[in-house]
T-cell receptor
């Protein structure tokens, strides 16, 4: 059973904010929400992660709902280079591998 | 900054041959992960090592084996190659502090083509 659900694809205009949703209604208390992306045939790239508080870094913002059953990754000003598959992944604390599946293919258009 | 180094970047083999992929993690990283990504598929976890001991095992075929050496580099050995083994193989490394799990840093991958 998939632990996260993401739309298979989304489009975004260049320069606009891209908001990528993720549902994780069965999340456990010790699971972090991780976001990775994979630009075509490159190695997956870490974006951001959080437990329950909203997080922001130089790449993106992560908004986690209070009940932690869903989250949204926000790319504030999408560029063409942000075109990629974005994966929302739940990961327990300490040392577990990432399980990739069912990401969102984001297409940023001029 | 140093990244995860994988070699070779491209490899072509015949069916039933053997291949070895190498991974050099970021300095001071203690955990290595191997992933396989077939055409049009998501990366699939194969196996991981923490401090030179196998820590997790995923969908790694019995024909494959891996190990992590004393200098923390890792090798993935694949024998009796099949056409379906043609894929991108990614290695990732992380530093597991024990308090909060570390992010995985991925290499650029090794593309294996089996003819």
């Amino acid at each position: 059973d998939a632990k996260t659900t993401q739309p298979p694809s989304m489009d975004c205009a260049e320069g606009r904010a891209a908001n990528l949703p993720c549902n994780h209604s069965t999340i456990s208390g010790n699971e972090y929400v991780y976001w990775y992306r994979q630009i075509h045939s490159q190695g997956p790239q870490y974006i951001i992660h959080g437990l329950k508080n909203n997080e922001t870094n130089e790449m993106a913002s992560l908004i986690i709902t209070e009940d932690r059953k869903s989250s949204t990754l926000i790319l504030p000003h999408a560029t063409l280079r942000d075109t990629a598959v974005y994966y929302c992944i739940l990961r327990p604390n300490a040392g577990n591998m990432l399980t990739f599946g069912g990401g969102t293919r984001l297409m940023v258009k001029p | 900054a140093a990244g995860v180094i994988q070699s070779p970047r491209h490899l072509i083999k015949e069916k039933r041959e053997t291949a070895t992929l190498k991974c050099y993690p970021i300095p001071r990283h203690d955990t290595v992960y191997w992933y396989q990504q077939g055409p049009g598929q998501d990366p699939q976890f194969l196996i991981s090592f923490y401090e030179k001991m196998q820590s997790d095992k995923g969908s790694i075929p019995d024909r494959f084996s891996a190990q992590q050496f004393s200098d923390y580099h890792s090798e993935l050995n694949m024998s009796s190659l099949e056409l379906g083994d043609s894929a991108l193989y990614f290695c990732a490394s992380s530093f597991e502090t024990g308090e909060e799990t570390g992010e995985l840093f991925f290499g650029e991958g090794s593309r294996l083509t089996v003819l």
